[in-house]
């Protein structure tokens, strides 16, 4: 038989790498970005039309090429990036393969214009599909212009697997922010369909991310720095409240380049571990430099993916990182204010040994009622504590035009105490007030606590109320005169389904008729005048979880009566009421969010109160 086998055609085999370097627009864009920036630009333009299908343009102010060097870019392995194997260890640019220009040329319509900065004259050569249509001289700015048209234009069947016009712009998108984000002091522009989408000045890394994904991120960042022998981590990480269910706003940056890493993706998320709802994803920024002899960018042709040398110490000094910045940021609670462990049982343990919750609210006090007041909203000439030195020197009347006037202080504090650093808030004597009767606000050892009153009582009373439902230990107090109350069939059908957890909460209940229910006992926490309307919202919301959340019946119960015996906005709590609430909230196996999935605090760091006085 004859010879059969035959090398084969330049054009051919660049089609053949094109199809690992090329998957979708997005790959173009990624390239000629990246080749930009290699060519040490400091303005980068990227022009796209119909979600790069049509049109794929990368305009930069860099080196450009000299005339051969213009015609030998798109020639296969063709790199002035790496001389020798070796290289690939020291590697300091994007690329390095010296593929991306040879496919991209091999699959689309290209002309590319360049000149060097010592040159009067530049380049202009026209491809397709590997073919050179035409290269004349022509005058040019400094830097490079690369157009790439009609992508796929002689592979149909790729052509036909594109996505719609809005899912590859869509990537493009993403490819553009990996890029923008990684290189904050090149400005960039990008336009789509004629119209501007980004134009990002040279800023630092956060004033980048916060215009690209909006002023409101300024507020969710964290810092996050660390650096050993192995790696220097720096970046940002969004607070837990703001982490979100489907994954975006992640990315790992080595030496500069976007990789996908679900291992370091892993440590993220376990260093947020407790801070997140379940199947929630934190967002984060994070660079990692690395000596380039500890990592091979070279095992797949898109470098996204990256081996580690050492990725076991990573992983660990990663996870240790960012979990050192919450605490220190005071975004994880359980750095600051060290929890009993006993109180991480599980509701379902009958030996449960942790200090019991213990709000005591001053419930028969009436917010309309005149009762005095010792705050500056009325009292203000004669505060008791030492506050008023604070305010020295402030005129009164201006004073009361401004917001203070809605705080509500305390006369008893002690503000000796108020500024020093409070390494826990489970001593006794926290700092305390109330502000505009709706939080109660507290220092801590790096800023400032404001606790939504009502959200942070609910949570304690569901997590006490779901322990004495599942432990079935609870105290009710004794109804001197039983009490019938009337409902209706279904009514009372429900309540003898939920009769066991209803006994459990403390209710002693007897079922007269199918309409008539006689209670002799309610829970500590209730009072006789609320009875009624707390067992209407039982039975309610009882009805309406059951046929949508899938919530158990105890949980839907403690979440009810958590509502319904929580203080209210409005409600004043008394300095001894504002300490117990924070030392319970605290206490609870979950701080931060309200059973009913609301935040219960925000902390303001010491940097954040200082920067507003910058
Ligand atoms: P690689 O980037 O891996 O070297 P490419 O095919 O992307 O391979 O580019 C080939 C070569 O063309 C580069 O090594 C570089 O010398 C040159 N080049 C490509 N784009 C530009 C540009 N925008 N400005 C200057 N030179 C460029
Ligand atoms: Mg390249």
Redesign the pocket.
């Known amino acids: 038989m004859a010879d059969i086998i035959q090398l084969l055609p330049d054009h051919v085999a660049n089609q053949i790498a094109a199809g690992e370097v090329v998957q979708r627009p997005a790959s173009v864009v990624k ?1 000629l970005l ?3 920036i ?2 040490q630009a400091s303005i980068i333009k990227l022009i796209v039309k119909e979600g790069g299908k049509t049109l794929i343009q990368v305009v ?1 102010n ?4 000299s005339v051969t ?1 213009a015609r030998m ?1 798109f020639e296969r392995h ?4 790496i001389n020798c194997a070796d290289d690939l260890f020291h590697l300091h640019t ?9 496919s991209i040329a091999a699959i689309a319509h290209l002309e590319m214009q ?1 000149r060097q900065e010592q040159d009067e004259v530049g380049t202009l050569i026209k491809i397709e599909g590997s073919k050179v249509i035409s290269q004349e001289v022509k005058v040019s700015p400094k830097g ?1 212009s ?1 157009a790439v048209k009609n992508l796929f234009f002689n592979i149909p069947a790729r052509r036909k697997f594109l996505k719609s016009t809005q899912v590859e712009h869509r990537h493009i998108v993403d490819e553009f922010h990996r890029v923008a984000i990684a290189h904050p002091s090149i400005q960039f522009y990008f336009y789509s369909n004629g119209s501007e989408l980004f134009n990002l000045p040279a800023v630092n890394l956060k004033k980048r991310i916060v215009r690209i994904f909006g002023q409101k991120t300024n507020e969710k960042l964290v810092p996050v720095a660390e650096e050993t022998q192995l790696v220097k981590i720096k970046g940002f990480v969004c607070k837990p409240e703001y982490a979100k269910k489907s994954r975006g706003e992640q990315f790992f940056f080595v030496n500069d380049r976007f990789i996908k890493s679900p291992y370091l993706h892993h440590a993220v998320t376990s260093a947020f571990e407790g801070l997140l709802k379940p199947d929630f994803y934190p967002g984060y920024f994070i660079f990692l430099e690395v000596d380039p002899g500890s990592i091979d960018i070279n095992i797949h042709p898109t470098k996204t993916e990256i081996k580690f040398d050492d990725e076991h110490s990573l992983y660990a000094i990663l996870k240790s990182c960012v979990k050192h910045s919450l605490g220190q940021f005071n975004v994880r609670p359980a750095l600051d204010f060290e929890k009993d462990p006993n109180l991480d049982t599980p509701y379902t343990s009958t030996h449960r040994m942790g200090i019991q919750p213990a709000v005591t609210v001053d419930r028969t006090f009436n917010p309309f009622s005149s009762r005095p007041e010792k705050s500056f909203s009325k009292g203000f000439s004669k505060p008791t504590g030492e506050w008023e030195s604070l305010y020295l020197g402030l005129d009164s009347d201006e004073f009361k035009d401004n917001a203070f006037n809605s705080f509500t202080v305390e006369s008893d504090v002690n503000s000796d105490s108020i500024f020093q650093d409070y390494e826990s808030l489970e001593r006794s004597g926290i700092p305390t007030f109330q502000l505009r009767r709706k939080y109660v606000v507290s220092t801590i050892k790096s800023g400032m606590l404001i606790i939504d009153q009502g959200r942070a009582h609910q949570r304690v009373l569901y997590e006490k109320l779901l322990g004495n439902i599942t432990v079935r230990k609870t105290i009710s107090q004794q109804l001197l005169f039983p009490i019938p109350l009337n409902f209706s069939k279904p009514e009372i059908t429900v309540l003898e389904e939920i009769k066991d957890s209803l006994l459990a909460l403390g209710f002693v209940l007897s079922f007269i008729s199918d309409t008539i229910l006689e209670v002799s006992g309610i829970p500590q926490l209730v009072r006789e005048s609320e009875l009624r309307s707390i067992l209407d919202q039982l039975i309610s919301d009882y009805q309406h979880n059951l046929t949508s959340e899938g919530f158990s019946e105890s949980e839907i119960l403690a979440k009810t009566l958590s509502k319904s015996l929580a203080v209210k906005t409005g409600e004043v709590l008394d300095i001894d009421s504002q300490q117990a609430l924070v030392n319970s909230l605290f206490a609870c196996k979950e701080s931060k969010i309200s059973p009913f999935n609301k935040l219960i605090y925000v902390t303001i760091t010491d940097m954040e109160i200082d920067n507003k006085f910058i």
């Open positions: 390239e990246e080749n930009a290699d060519a930069d860099g080196n450009g090429m060097d870019s063709a790199t002035s990036k994007k690329g390095f393969r010296g593929e991306a220009l040879a360049t490079t690369i």
